[in-house]
């Protein structure tokens, strides 16, 4: 396995591979250097016999707020190989073989939620909120979810979240099928964990060919990942993004106007 980095915790157990995104006192937003490591780590578990399940949670009292805007503002570590860390953390979900699993516990916020379009089964406690504001920060949707949310909730209740950048509870979620189950807080773990184990004891190869027919074809995902990729990157360019990203760290609204 990898090694973790500060602020994303491994721990695998009875076949459980855990990754918590581990930086609770910024909501567990994530930079770079957190999708490199957790793209590294779902990786390596592909060839790992000891990996069965992958279990992905965060730590505090939220999921993760979605990526750190500093970060996307020009504060990011260097591409690794000229392919930047988030594309390989995309990728690793989408091409990733072994069921994912996620525990969303809190806030789950732009790829907070379309992370989980990748993954096989999604639990949310109680008190957890979806939310996808690329519009909202002068921005497009990622990780294929322009296509994938459309599909899970249909086009109006995605519309709603990527045009409105509507906040989602956990009861509605469950209810429109964009998480399996919603559990209290107290019971997340203790959900998500057995559910795990129950697959890590199924035949891997029968898991793995399931998993592989429920997902249909990944070429139409990842050309989608693709063409919002370059529109997302060069979004970030923009005197859109960039009044967004002023108006974050002044916490006040953005004014658009300025940039129409």
Request: net charge negative; with cysteine.
């Amino acid at each position: 396995m990898t090694q973790a980095c500060e602020h994303l915790s491994q721990e695998l157990s009875d076949g459980i591979l855990t990754l918590t995104f581990n930086r609770p006192e910024k909501k567990n937003a994530l930079t770079q250097a957190m999708y490199g490591a957790a793209a590294d780590a779902i990786n390596a578990a592909q060839d790992d016999k000891n990996v069965r399940v992958i279990l992905l949670t965060g730590a505090g009292d939220a999921f993760t707020a979605g990526n750190d805007i500093a970060d996307f503002a020009g504060a990011g570590s260097a591409p690794r190989d000229g392919e930047p860390p988030v594309a390989r953390y995309l990728k690793a979900i989408l091409y990733c073989e072994k069921p994912l699993i996620a525990a969303v516990n809190g806030l789950a916020i732009g790829v907070g939620v379309t992370m989980l379009l990748h993954c096989d089964l999604v639990y949310a406690g109680e008190a957890a909120t979806f939310q996808t504001p690329f519009v909202n920060l002068g921005l497009v949707p990622e990780a294929a979810s322009s296509l994938l949310l459309p599909r899970a909730i249909g086009t109006q209740k995605a519309n709603e979240m990527f045009l409105l950048g509507r906040k989602v509870g956990a009861e509605e979620a469950e209810r429109i099928g964009l998480v399996a189950a919603t559990v209290p807080d107290a019971e997340l773990m203790k959900t998500a964990r057995a559910a795990a184990s129950a697959l890590a004891a199924k035949a891997p190869g029968a898991v793995k060919a399931t998993k592989k027919l429920a997902r249909g074809e990944l070429a139409e995902i990842a050309a989608r990942m693709d063409g919002e990729s370059k529109i997302f990157g060069a979004q970030l360019q923009t005197a859109e993004f960039a009044e967004a990203a002023l108006a974050f760290a002044e916490k006040r609204a953005p004014d658009f106007t300025k940039v129409a």
